[in-house]
């Protein structure tokens, strides 16, 4: 068993991995359904600046909760557009509504834990994604996260080379502090770039917004000198677009090698034409498709297959042993975009190659 202490904004978060088989599976009988097929799962998502959220990851939870339910089961969507009043008013809606389960992706997590426990009292199951709310959630579903800032951290070292040294000067623009994603990202990536390069400067980046993070590169820019920056630590895609634009506007025709996450497909051209340097590639339908699972599993009593699912744990500020499954991530450079999101259907050879890419996917080998 493995466990990872993570500062996490003005709390502490405590990842358990499991790494024996799925939790309680060996015992018990399953318990007799709850819940026919004709299920209907609230899902709530964080945001719209990443795209990914109403692109990937919704229709694949809205196509496997059908395809588990023979058609019959529902989903109803709503999106908190980085407001945590609106989630929480979107929330008490679908309690209002009596869904069967939600599955929460928080705008914030710790404001959002007074609606988790109204869920539960009113009989509803809460199953956390992509990001660990407060309150009793009855499950996780995400990504390795600090992992994901490893790899981000550990290929800006690649990308400067052999020749880093301690007083290379490295701008760090990281995500919102009320995510808690966000602080376990900075995390892993301190850990891979501690006592190798000087974080010259560092922002945390309010509700992931790219205007915000733009401006912060822009002052990075001014207090340290266009040319005396080795590389840029962005938490993820849409950011680091907003920090070339910076750079750009500042006149820096050199770009040094900048990080992101989320494969975003503009991010993708941009790691082809040779302006940003990767992103961390997350396979949303393993996550999505887990979700969806876990919901109807959980409400349909079928717990064998619910524990089979969640063979992680994990520690919140609030409740401890929260039944998990936490999915790996891949840096995605230039090699291997055919390999990762080309390969899972994320997107197409013709999706990434425009007229603008044509000879930079010609370059890598995408035809």
């Known amino acids: 068993?493995?466990?990872?202490?993570?500062?996490?904004?003005?709390?502490?978060?405590?990842?358990?991995?499991?790494?024996?088989?799925?939790?309680?599976a060996a015992s018990g009988s399953e318990a007799s359904p709850t819940k026919g097929n004709d299920v209907t799962v609230g899902v709530l998502m964080p945001e719209k600046t990443n795209?990914?959220?109403?692109?990937?990851?919704?229709?694949?939870?809205?196509?496997?909760?059908?395809?588990?339910?023979?058609?019959?089961?529902?989903?109803?969507?709503?999106?908190?557009?980085?407001?945590?009043?609106?989630?929480?008013?979107?929330?008490?809606?679908?309690?209002?509504e009596k869904v069967d389960v939600i599955l929460l992706d928080a705008v914030d997590s710790h404001a959002i834990a007074g609606m988790v426990k109204k869920a539960k009292d009113a009989g509803i199951p809460v199953i956390a994604y992509d990001r660990l709310a407060e309150g009793p959630i009855d499950a996780y579903v995400?990504?390795?996260?600090?992992?994901?800032?490893?790899?981000?951290?550990?290929?800006?070292?690649?990308?400067?080379?052999?020749?880093?040294?301690?007083?290379?000067?490295?701008?760090?623009?990281?995500?919102?502090?009320?995510?808690?994603?966000?602080?376990?990202?900075?995390?892993?990536?301190?850990?891979?770039?501690?006592?190798?390069?000087?974080?010259?400067?560092?922002?945390?980046?309010?509700?992931?917004?790219?205007?915000?993070?733009?401006?912060?590169?822009?002052?990075?820019?001014?207090?340290?000198?266009?040319?005396n920056i080795k590389a840029v630590y962005s938490a993820n895609d849409a950011m680091a677009g907003a920090a070339i634009q910076a750079m750009e506007a500042a006149g820096m025709t050199s770009l040094p090698p900048i990080t992101g996450q989320d494969a975003e497909l503009p991010a993708v051209q941009r790691i082809l034409s040779g302006e940003q340097y990767m992103s961390v590639y997350k396979p949303y339908p393993g996550e999505a498709e887990a979700a969806a699972e876990m919901a109807v599993m959980k409400i349909q009593g079928k717990s064998i297959q619910f524990d089979a699912l969640a063979t992680d744990s994990v520690?919140?500020?609030?409740?401890?042993?929260?039944?998990?499954?936490?999915?790996?991530?891949?840096?995605?450079?230039?090699?291997?975009?055919?390999?990762?999101?080309?390969?899972?259907?994320?997107?197409?050879?013709?999706?990434?190659?425009?007229?603008?890419?044509k000879s930079a996917c010609a370059a890598a080998g995408l035809k």
């Open 142 to 227: 995400s990504f390795d996260n600090e992992l994901v800032g490893e790899v981000q951290g550990r290929s800006l070292v690649e990308a400067i080379g052999s020749n880093i040294d301690t007083s290379d000067k490295i701008v760090m623009i990281n995500g919102s502090p009320s995510d808690p994603n966000a602080g376990q990202f900075k995390a892993g990536a301190m850990s891979e770039l501690n006592g190798k390069v000087t974080i010259a400067e560092s922002y945390d980046v309010d509700g992931w917004k790219p205007e915000i993070a733009q401006k912060d590169m822009s002052r990075a820019i001014s207090a340290l000198g266009k040319g």
């Open 1 to 24: 068993m493995r466990r990872i202490a993570i500062a996490v904004a003005a709390s502490t978060m405590t990842f358990s991995l499991a790494a024996c088989g799925a939790l309680g």
């Open 315 to 357: 520690d919140s500020p609030t409740n401890k042993d929260i039944p998990a499954q936490l999915v790996q991530v891949v840096a995605l450079t230039k090699d291997n975009i055919k390999s990762t999101v080309v390969k899972d259907g994320i997107y197409t050879i013709k999706d990434i190659c425009t007229a603008e890419y």
């Open 51 to 96: 795209t990914r959220y109403e692109e990937f990851d919704y229709p694949i939870i809205q196509k496997k909760v059908a395809q588990l339910t023979n058609k019959q089961g529902k989903t109803i969507y709503a999106n908190g557009e980085a407001s945590a009043k609106k989630q929480a008013t979107q929330m008490q809606q679908m309690i209002d």
